[in-house]
Protein backbone atom coordinates (compact mmCIF):
# COMPACT_ATOMS: atom_id res chain seq x y z
CA UNK A 1 0.00 0.00 0.00
CA UNK A 2 1.16 3.19 -1.32
CA UNK A 3 1.07 6.38 1.36
CA UNK A 4 2.23 9.51 0.56
CA UNK A 5 4.82 10.80 3.51
CA UNK A 6 3.28 13.69 4.30
CA UNK A 7 3.06 15.61 7.60
CA UNK A 8 -0.71 14.05 8.12
CA UNK A 9 0.81 10.42 7.64
CA UNK A 10 4.30 11.71 9.66
CA UNK A 11 1.76 11.57 12.56
CA UNK A 12 0.12 8.65 12.18
CA UNK A 13 3.40 6.69 11.82
CA UNK A 14 5.43 8.13 14.49
CA UNK A 15 2.63 7.33 17.04
CA UNK A 16 1.18 10.56 17.17
CA UNK A 17 4.32 12.28 18.01
CA UNK A 18 4.94 15.86 16.69
CA UNK A 19 7.36 15.61 13.62
CA UNK A 20 10.31 18.42 14.70
CA UNK A 21 11.80 20.85 12.39
CA UNK A 22 15.06 18.86 11.82
CA UNK A 23 12.49 16.02 10.12
CA UNK A 24 11.84 12.62 11.09
CA UNK A 25 15.50 11.32 11.94
CA UNK A 26 14.52 11.02 15.85
CA UNK A 27 11.37 9.84 16.10
CA UNK A 28 10.54 6.92 14.01
CA UNK A 29 10.31 4.31 16.50
CA UNK A 30 10.29 1.33 14.52
CA UNK A 31 11.08 0.08 11.33
CA UNK A 32 10.32 2.39 8.43
CA UNK A 33 9.72 1.46 4.29
CA UNK A 34 10.26 4.21 2.02
CA UNK A 35 9.83 5.05 -1.75
CA UNK A 36 11.16 7.53 -3.45
CA UNK A 37 8.65 9.83 -5.98
CA UNK A 38 11.71 10.81 -8.01
CA UNK A 39 13.52 9.22 -10.54
CA UNK A 40 16.51 11.46 -10.69
CA UNK A 41 19.73 9.58 -9.48
CA UNK A 42 21.64 11.97 -7.62
CA UNK A 43 18.35 12.66 -5.64
CA UNK A 44 17.87 9.04 -4.75
CA UNK A 45 22.06 8.78 -3.78
CA UNK A 46 21.21 11.87 -1.68
CA UNK A 47 18.85 10.33 0.13
CA UNK A 48 21.06 7.37 0.80
CA UNK A 49 23.90 9.61 2.71
CA UNK A 50 20.73 11.89 4.35
CA UNK A 51 19.69 8.89 6.05
CA UNK A 52 22.76 6.85 6.97
CA UNK A 53 24.31 10.20 8.25
CA UNK A 54 20.95 11.81 10.15
CA UNK A 55 18.80 9.10 11.22
CA UNK A 56 19.32 7.06 14.71
CA UNK A 57 18.45 3.23 13.19
CA UNK A 58 18.47 1.39 16.57
CA UNK A 59 15.70 -0.98 16.48
CA UNK A 60 14.29 1.10 13.60
CA UNK A 61 15.78 -0.37 10.32
CA UNK A 62 14.95 1.10 6.68
CA UNK A 63 14.34 0.04 3.75
CA UNK A 64 14.33 2.08 0.42
CA UNK A 65 13.25 2.06 -3.07
CA UNK A 66 14.22 3.79 -5.74
CA UNK A 67 14.38 3.78 -9.75
CA UNK A 68 16.17 6.02 -12.05
CA UNK A 69 15.99 7.54 -15.25
CA UNK A 70 18.61 6.40 -17.70
CA UNK A 71 21.87 6.63 -15.73
CA UNK A 72 25.29 4.77 -14.96
CA UNK A 73 26.91 4.84 -11.46
CA UNK A 74 29.93 3.43 -10.36
CA UNK A 75 31.57 2.87 -7.52
CA UNK A 76 33.47 4.64 -5.03
CA UNK A 77 36.98 3.49 -6.09
CA UNK A 78 36.43 3.50 -9.75
CA UNK A 79 37.57 5.08 -12.93
CA UNK A 80 34.45 5.75 -15.45
CA UNK A 81 36.77 5.42 -18.21
CA UNK A 82 37.29 2.15 -17.42
CA UNK A 83 34.15 1.43 -16.84
CA UNK A 84 31.51 2.64 -18.96
CA UNK A 85 31.56 4.22 -22.79
CA UNK A 86 31.32 7.49 -21.79
CA UNK A 87 30.95 9.29 -25.53
CA UNK A 88 28.13 6.91 -26.14
CA UNK A 89 26.85 8.24 -22.86
CA UNK A 90 26.78 11.83 -23.70
CA UNK A 91 25.33 11.17 -27.17
CA UNK A 92 22.44 9.56 -25.65
CA UNK A 93 22.21 11.80 -22.72
CA UNK A 94 23.34 9.49 -19.92
CA UNK A 95 23.83 10.40 -16.09
CA UNK A 96 27.00 9.34 -14.74
CA UNK A 97 27.27 9.22 -11.11
CA UNK A 98 29.37 7.84 -8.20
CA UNK A 99 27.86 6.37 -5.01
CA UNK A 100 29.46 6.38 -1.84
CA UNK A 101 29.66 3.29 -0.97
CA UNK A 102 32.23 0.35 -2.73
CA UNK A 103 31.60 -2.54 -5.53
CA UNK A 104 31.10 -2.20 -9.42
CA UNK A 105 29.27 -0.13 -12.41
CA UNK A 106 25.93 -0.63 -12.96
CA UNK A 107 23.21 0.69 -15.46
CA UNK A 108 19.98 2.32 -13.89
CA UNK A 109 16.79 2.70 -15.90
CA UNK A 110 12.63 2.61 -14.71
CA UNK A 111 13.17 -1.42 -15.59
CA UNK A 112 15.20 -1.50 -12.16
CA UNK A 113 14.38 -1.50 -8.81
CA UNK A 114 17.01 -0.07 -6.31
CA UNK A 115 16.74 -0.91 -3.05
CA UNK A 116 18.93 -0.07 0.21
CA UNK A 117 18.74 -1.78 3.65
CA UNK A 118 19.50 0.44 6.43
CA UNK A 119 20.51 -0.56 9.73
CA UNK A 120 23.09 0.03 12.54
CA UNK A 121 26.64 -1.34 11.69
CA UNK A 122 26.24 -4.15 14.54
CA UNK A 123 22.74 -5.83 12.44
CA UNK A 124 24.16 -5.13 8.95
CA UNK A 125 23.65 -8.32 7.23
CA UNK A 126 23.83 -8.74 3.28
CA UNK A 127 22.76 -12.42 2.95
CA UNK A 128 19.81 -11.94 5.24
CA UNK A 129 19.26 -9.47 3.32
CA UNK A 130 19.41 -11.02 -0.23
CA UNK A 131 17.58 -14.28 1.17
CA UNK A 132 14.64 -11.64 2.22
CA UNK A 133 14.19 -10.45 -1.55
CA UNK A 134 14.53 -14.57 -2.55
CA UNK A 135 11.81 -15.18 -0.18
CA UNK A 136 10.02 -12.33 -1.52
CA UNK A 137 10.39 -13.31 -5.34
CA UNK A 138 9.23 -17.08 -4.13
CA UNK A 139 6.11 -15.67 -2.59
CA UNK A 140 5.42 -14.65 -5.91
CA UNK A 141 6.66 -17.30 -8.32
CA UNK A 142 7.33 -20.08 -6.17
CA UNK A 143 8.69 -21.99 -9.10
CA UNK A 144 11.19 -18.89 -9.91
CA UNK A 145 14.97 -20.44 -9.60
CA UNK A 146 16.84 -17.90 -7.73
CA UNK A 147 19.66 -17.69 -5.32
CA UNK A 148 22.01 -15.69 -3.64
CA UNK A 149 25.83 -16.38 -4.17
CA UNK A 150 28.77 -15.58 -2.20
CA UNK A 151 29.32 -12.34 -3.69
CA UNK A 152 25.77 -11.58 -2.81
CA UNK A 153 24.75 -11.26 -6.02
CA UNK A 154 21.54 -12.76 -6.90
CA UNK A 155 21.46 -15.34 -9.81
CA UNK A 156 18.57 -16.54 -11.90
CA UNK A 157 18.74 -20.02 -13.59
CA UNK A 158 22.11 -20.68 -11.47
CA UNK A 159 23.59 -18.14 -14.41
CA UNK A 160 22.36 -15.17 -14.90
CA UNK A 161 22.51 -12.31 -12.26
CA UNK A 162 19.92 -10.35 -11.41
CA UNK A 163 21.10 -8.42 -8.73
CA UNK A 164 24.67 -7.18 -7.61
CA UNK A 165 25.37 -5.58 -4.20
CA UNK A 166 27.67 -2.73 -2.66
CA UNK A 167 27.48 -1.44 0.70
CA UNK A 168 28.79 1.35 3.05
CA UNK A 169 29.35 0.52 6.87
CA UNK A 170 30.26 3.75 8.96
CA UNK A 171 30.78 4.42 12.91
CA UNK A 172 27.38 3.18 14.26
CA UNK A 173 25.56 2.84 10.64
CA UNK A 174 25.53 0.76 7.51
CA UNK A 175 24.09 0.27 4.30
CA UNK A 176 23.26 -2.62 1.85
CA UNK A 177 21.61 -1.72 -1.72
CA UNK A 178 21.45 -3.80 -4.56
CA UNK A 179 19.79 -3.80 -8.15
CA UNK A 180 17.26 -5.78 -9.09
CA UNK A 181 16.39 -6.16 -13.02
CA UNK A 182 12.82 -6.64 -14.45
CA UNK A 183 12.96 -5.27 -17.61
CA UNK A 184 15.96 -2.93 -17.95
CA UNK A 185 17.05 -2.35 -21.58
CA UNK A 186 19.55 -5.19 -21.97
CA UNK A 187 21.18 -3.44 -24.90
CA UNK A 188 21.40 -0.52 -23.70
CA UNK A 189 23.25 -1.91 -20.56
CA UNK A 190 25.62 -3.77 -22.84
CA UNK A 191 26.39 -1.09 -25.03
CA UNK A 192 27.63 1.49 -21.98
CA UNK A 193 29.17 -0.71 -19.60
CA UNK A 194 31.85 -1.63 -22.05
CA UNK A 195 34.51 0.35 -22.11
CA UNK A 196 35.92 1.58 -25.69
CA UNK A 197 39.16 3.38 -24.36
CA UNK A 198 42.32 1.57 -24.95
CA UNK A 199 45.49 1.83 -22.96
CA UNK A 200 43.45 2.74 -19.53
CA UNK A 201 46.79 1.49 -16.92
CA UNK A 202 44.69 1.62 -12.91
CA UNK A 203 44.91 0.35 -10.66
CA UNK A 204 40.93 1.18 -9.33
CA UNK A 205 38.28 -1.24 -8.35
CA UNK A 206 37.49 -3.07 -11.53
CA UNK A 207 33.95 -4.71 -12.31
CA UNK A 208 33.12 -7.96 -12.91
CA UNK A 209 31.18 -8.64 -16.11
CA UNK A 210 28.80 -11.17 -15.97
CA UNK A 211 25.66 -12.73 -18.25
CA UNK A 212 22.30 -10.69 -17.11
CA UNK A 213 18.53 -11.27 -17.60
CA UNK A 214 15.64 -9.71 -16.43
CA UNK A 215 13.17 -11.40 -14.01
CA UNK A 216 10.14 -10.63 -16.64
CA UNK A 217 12.18 -12.20 -19.28
CA UNK A 218 11.45 -15.30 -17.28
CA UNK A 219 7.78 -14.58 -15.99
CA UNK A 220 5.96 -11.68 -17.95
CA UNK A 221 4.07 -11.21 -14.47
CA UNK A 222 7.02 -9.96 -12.38
CA UNK A 223 6.68 -6.50 -13.18
CA UNK A 224 8.66 -3.45 -10.88
CA UNK A 225 5.27 -2.77 -9.27
CA UNK A 226 4.51 -6.54 -7.65
CA UNK A 227 8.28 -7.52 -7.17
CA UNK A 228 8.15 -3.95 -4.90
CA UNK A 229 5.18 -4.67 -3.33
CA UNK A 230 6.15 -8.71 -2.66
CA UNK A 231 9.33 -7.21 -1.05
CA UNK A 232 7.76 -4.50 1.32
CA UNK A 233 5.23 -7.56 2.74
CA UNK A 234 8.07 -9.49 2.82
CA UNK A 235 10.29 -6.68 4.85
CA UNK A 236 7.17 -5.88 7.24
CA UNK A 237 6.59 -9.20 7.95
CA UNK A 238 10.32 -9.91 9.10
CA UNK A 239 10.36 -6.80 11.29
CA UNK A 240 7.18 -6.76 12.10
CA UNK A 241 5.83 -3.63 11.22
CA UNK A 242 2.98 -1.91 9.31
CA UNK A 243 3.14 -3.11 5.28
CA UNK A 244 3.06 0.60 4.46
CA UNK A 245 5.46 1.83 1.64
CA UNK A 246 5.70 5.88 2.63
CA UNK A 247 6.27 7.61 -0.63
CA UNK A 248 8.98 10.74 -0.06
CA UNK A 249 10.14 13.31 -2.09
CA UNK A 250 14.28 13.66 -2.10
CA UNK A 251 13.78 17.42 -2.72
CA UNK A 252 11.54 18.09 0.27
CA UNK A 253 14.01 20.09 2.72
CA UNK A 254 10.79 19.76 5.66
CA UNK A 255 11.44 16.03 6.11
CA UNK A 256 15.34 16.41 4.99
CA UNK A 257 17.05 19.36 6.26
CA UNK A 258 20.54 19.90 3.88
CA UNK A 259 19.66 17.15 0.99
CA UNK A 260 19.68 19.64 -1.82
CA UNK A 261 23.25 20.60 -1.36
CA UNK A 262 24.40 16.94 -1.13
CA UNK A 263 22.40 16.27 -4.22
CA UNK A 264 23.87 19.40 -5.94
CA UNK A 265 27.65 17.64 -4.47
CA UNK A 266 27.26 14.51 -6.46
CA UNK A 267 26.82 16.33 -9.17
CA UNK A 268 29.86 17.82 -9.44
CA UNK A 269 32.59 17.36 -11.89
CA UNK A 270 35.13 17.15 -8.49
CA UNK A 271 33.25 14.58 -7.07
CA UNK A 272 32.24 12.19 -10.09
CA UNK A 273 35.67 12.52 -12.27
CA UNK A 274 37.61 14.01 -9.81
CA UNK A 275 37.64 11.08 -7.09
CA UNK A 276 39.00 8.63 -9.48
CA UNK A 277 42.35 7.19 -8.71
CA UNK A 278 45.27 8.53 -10.38
CA UNK A 279 45.45 6.94 -13.36
CA UNK A 280 47.29 6.83 -16.57
CA UNK A 281 46.57 6.57 -20.84
CA UNK A 282 49.31 4.90 -23.01
CA UNK A 283 47.52 4.85 -26.30
CA UNK A 284 48.59 5.72 -30.01
CA UNK A 285 46.64 6.62 -33.42
CA UNK A 286 47.08 7.27 -36.85
CA UNK A 287 46.41 10.23 -38.94
CA UNK A 288 47.01 10.51 -42.86
CA UNK A 289 49.87 12.31 -44.27
CA UNK A 290 50.36 12.75 -48.30
CA UNK A 291 48.53 9.67 -48.85
CA UNK A 292 49.82 7.65 -46.12
CA UNK A 293 49.67 7.20 -42.38
CA UNK A 294 51.71 8.71 -39.62
CA UNK A 295 51.60 7.19 -35.65
CA UNK A 296 50.63 9.84 -33.12
CA UNK A 297 51.41 8.26 -29.93
CA UNK A 298 49.91 9.87 -26.27
CA UNK A 299 50.71 8.99 -23.18
CA UNK A 300 48.88 11.26 -20.44
CA UNK A 301 48.69 10.61 -16.42
CA UNK A 302 45.79 11.89 -14.64
CA UNK A 303 45.56 12.84 -11.33
CA UNK A 304 42.34 14.00 -9.73
CA UNK A 305 40.82 14.15 -13.02
CA UNK A 306 42.97 16.76 -13.81
CA UNK A 307 46.28 16.10 -16.13
CA UNK A 308 49.12 15.69 -14.86
CA UNK A 309 51.66 14.59 -17.67
CA UNK A 310 51.11 15.24 -21.22
CA UNK A 311 53.67 13.66 -24.19
CA UNK A 312 52.09 13.93 -27.52
CA UNK A 313 54.53 12.34 -30.11
CA UNK A 314 54.48 12.74 -33.44
CA UNK A 315 57.13 12.93 -36.45
CA UNK A 316 59.07 16.50 -36.45
CA UNK A 317 58.08 17.09 -40.24
CA UNK A 318 54.58 16.67 -39.53
CA UNK A 319 54.49 18.65 -36.42
CA UNK A 320 57.89 20.53 -34.99
CA UNK A 321 58.84 19.44 -31.17
CA UNK A 322 58.54 23.26 -30.76
CA UNK A 323 54.59 23.05 -31.19
CA UNK A 324 54.53 19.75 -29.65
CA UNK A 325 55.97 20.96 -26.55
CA UNK A 326 53.40 24.01 -26.34
CA UNK A 327 50.50 21.80 -26.52
CA UNK A 328 52.13 19.27 -24.43
CA UNK A 329 52.39 21.96 -21.58
CA UNK A 330 48.88 23.63 -22.39
CA UNK A 331 47.22 20.14 -21.43
CA UNK A 332 48.74 19.73 -17.99
CA UNK A 333 46.75 20.93 -14.99
CA UNK A 334 43.36 20.79 -17.24
CA UNK A 335 40.59 18.33 -16.38
CA UNK A 336 41.12 15.50 -18.61
CA UNK A 337 37.45 15.96 -20.71
CA UNK A 338 36.34 16.74 -23.91
CA UNK A 339 35.30 19.89 -22.86
CA UNK A 340 38.67 21.37 -21.73
CA UNK A 341 40.17 20.56 -24.61
CA UNK A 342 37.96 22.27 -26.98
CA UNK A 343 39.15 24.99 -24.71
CA UNK A 344 42.59 24.80 -25.41
CA UNK A 345 42.04 23.96 -29.32
CA UNK A 346 41.04 27.97 -29.08
CA UNK A 347 43.75 28.93 -26.97
CA UNK A 348 46.54 27.69 -28.96
CA UNK A 349 44.67 28.70 -32.15
CA UNK A 350 45.18 32.62 -31.13
CA UNK A 351 48.84 31.76 -30.84
CA UNK A 352 49.51 31.69 -34.28
CA UNK A 353 46.59 33.09 -35.81
CA UNK A 354 47.56 33.03 -39.45
CA UNK A 355 48.90 29.03 -39.97
CA UNK A 356 45.64 27.33 -41.05
CA UNK A 357 47.85 24.44 -41.81
CA UNK A 358 48.99 24.12 -38.21
CA UNK A 359 45.41 24.80 -37.15
CA UNK A 360 44.32 21.68 -38.82
CA UNK A 361 46.83 19.37 -37.45
CA UNK A 362 45.68 20.97 -33.59
CA UNK A 363 42.37 20.31 -34.32
CA UNK A 364 42.74 16.93 -35.87
CA UNK A 365 45.22 15.91 -32.91
CA UNK A 366 42.25 17.30 -29.88
CA UNK A 367 39.81 15.52 -31.76
CA UNK A 368 41.69 12.60 -31.54
CA UNK A 369 42.62 13.09 -27.78
CA UNK A 370 38.64 13.75 -27.15
CA UNK A 371 38.20 10.40 -28.60
CA UNK A 372 40.02 8.70 -25.45
CA UNK A 373 38.27 11.47 -22.67
Request: charged share 20%.
Amino acid sequence: MLIPFSMKNCFQLLCNLKVPAAGFKDTVKSGLILQSVSNDVYQNLAVEDWIHDHMNLEAKPVLFFWRNSPSVVIGRHQNPWQECNLNLMREEGIKLARRRSGGGTVYHDMGNINLTFFTTKKKYNRMENLKLVVKALKAVQPQLDVRATERFDLLLDGQFKISGTASKIGQTAAYHHCTLLCSTDGTFLSSLLKSPYQGVRSTATASTPALVKNLMEKDPTLTCEVVINAIATEYATSHQIDNHIHLINPTDETLFPGINSIAKELQTWEWIYGKTPKFSVNTSFNVLYEHSHLEIKVFIDIKNGKIEICNIEAPDHWLPLEIRDKLNSGFIGSKFCPIETTMLTSILHRTCPEDDELHSKWNMLCEKIKGIM
